[in-house]
Nanobody
Framework: QVQLVESGGGLVQAGDSLRLSCAAS????????TGWFRQAPGKEREFVAA????????RYGDSVKGRFTISRDSAKNTVYLQMNNLKPEDTAVYYC????????????????WGRGTQVTVSS
């Protein structure tokens, strides 16, 4: 019902910043949360951050806490992930997904996914 498109990825150096966008279209509703996940080669998909529709509740993975900030612009149906002080270990394909209204960190609880955007951080 909701189509998600990620954008904003690219190649940067360690210490640089990027802002990812997750644009939603189609039949959107105000009863779901949006999460960001990432997957690096040979690794399991990892929870990065999530935000409720209202934007009042947020959660971050331990590896990005203090460096990344999630936000949303409801008028644009877009969720953002501001990534500061990027590290080579942040290199991955970043996916956004929507799911249950309450924030969860498990990928299996999200039933709608975008196709991902590549983030590469060089040393």
């Amino acid at each position: 019902q909701v189509q998600l498109v990620e954008s904003g990825g690219g190649l940067v150096q360690a210490g640089d910043s990027l802002r990812l966008s997750c644009a939603a279209s189609g039949r959107t509703f105000s009863d779901y949360s949006t999460g960001w996940f990432r997957q690096a080669p040979g690794k399991e998909r990892e929870f990065v951050a999530a935000i409720t529709w209202s934007g009042l509740s947020k959660r971050y993975g331990d590896s990005v806490k203090g460096r990344f900030t999630i936000s949303r612009d409801s008028a644009k149906n877009t969720v953002y992930l501001q990534m500061n002080n990027l590290k080579p270990e942040d290199t991955a394909v970043y996916y956004c997904a929507t799911g249950y209204a309450i924030i969860h960190t498990e990928a299996a609880t999200y039933n709608n996914w975008g196709r991902g955007t590549q983030v590469t951080v060089s040393s």
